[in-house]
């Protein structure tokens, strides 16, 4: 549910320029929605611990978006967190699909 309630509506936001107003909306803002996803992913290598899941399927689309449009600080654990992301044998056998 983080991915669609929050992260989404907080990139709108940033893409669209529209004035924030963390008071008026659950998201917060884009660098409260970055600051708690980075909180949640911590010194784990994915979002529940050592095992990737579909949490990571969600969120880490999401954060790879970030890194592709450039919106995201290039040396965070979110930065890795999309490079661990990339790296996974289904995401590169997906991207490849996409190459054709």
């Not at 909180?39 to 969120?59: C, N, Q, R, S, Y």
């Amino acid at each position: 549910m983080y991915t669609p309630a929050v992260v989404e509506p907080a990139l709108a936001e940033k893409f669209s320029g529209a004035e924030t107003n963390p008071r008026s909306h659950a998201w917060g803002d884009f660098g409260l929605m970055l600051d708690t996803l980075e909180e949640g992913i911590g010194d784990k290598p994915w979002v529940l611990g050592e095992e990737f899941t579909a949490a990571d399927v969600m969120l880490g689309s999401s954060v790879i978006f970030m890194q592709l449009f450039g919106v995201l600080p290039a040396a965070s654990r979110l930065a890795a967190y999309a490079d661990r992301c990339m790296a996974r044998p289904a995401y590169r056998k997906a991207a490849a699909l996409d190459e054709d």
